[in-house]
């Protein structure tokens, strides 16, 4: 139990997990979620040998969830104007560079405390919109 519970909460709570769905879903390609694909996998085979086979099951978890990730997504896609699409990729960006400076261990940045700026960046677009 300890395994999944682990795993779950490292490969479901990310920004790739988030970025990656999301832009699965916006047809944008799944080159980030390939990415976190290979990362996950390392990590699960040291989780694996340390907590054991509860590792395993959470891939049931990370299906549910970036899958459902995805399909937000997909619906984003034919309801949010472009405008703030782009926001939303471009604050996505600037998120995969704090993963990268974290990966490459230059500044331990709190990527996951960034992900609301994924909901802030379309609001304050369209407030920019409505300004104008």
Same mark, same amino acid.
């Given at each position: 139990m300890e395994g999944f519970v682990t795993?779950?909460?490292?490969?479901?709570?990310?920004p790739l997990t988030v970025l990656g769905s999301?832009?699965? %879903?916006? #047809?944008?390609?799944?080159?980030? @979620?390939f990415l976190k694909a290979a990362l996950d996998g390392f990590a699960s085979i040291a989780f694996a040998a340390s907590? %054991?086979? #509860?590792v395993a099951a959470?891939? @049931?978890a990370?299906?549910?969830v970036q899958g459902s990730l995805t399909g937000v997504g997909a619906a984003l896609g034919q309801v949010v104007p472009e405008a703030h699409l782009a926001?939303?990729?471009a604050t996505g960006g600037l998120l995969l560079v704090g993963v990268a400076l974290r990966l490459l261990r230059i500044k331990p940045l709190p990527v996951g405390d960034l992900l609301p700026a994924l909901l802030v960046a379309p609001l304050l677009t369209e407030l920019v919109v409505i300004v104008r």
């Amino acid at each position: 139990m300890e395994g999944f519970v682990t795993a779950s909460l490292v490969f479901c709570v990310g920004p790739l997990t988030v970025l990656g769905s999301l832009n699965d %879903g916006l #047809g944008k390609g799944a080159d980030q @979620l390939f990415l976190k694909a290979a990362l996950d996998g390392f990590a699960s085979i040291a989780f694996a040998a340390s907590l %054991g086979w #509860g590792v395993a099951a959470a891939g @049931l978890a990370v299906l549910v969830v970036q899958g459902s990730l995805t399909g937000v997504g997909a619906a984003l896609g034919q309801v949010v104007p472009e405008a703030h699409l782009a926001a939303l990729t471009a604050t996505g960006g600037l998120l995969l560079v704090g993963v990268a400076l974290r990966l490459l261990r230059i500044k331990p940045l709190p990527v996951g405390d960034l992900l609301p700026a994924l909901l802030v960046a379309p609001l304050l677009t369209e407030l920019v919109v409505i300004v104008r």
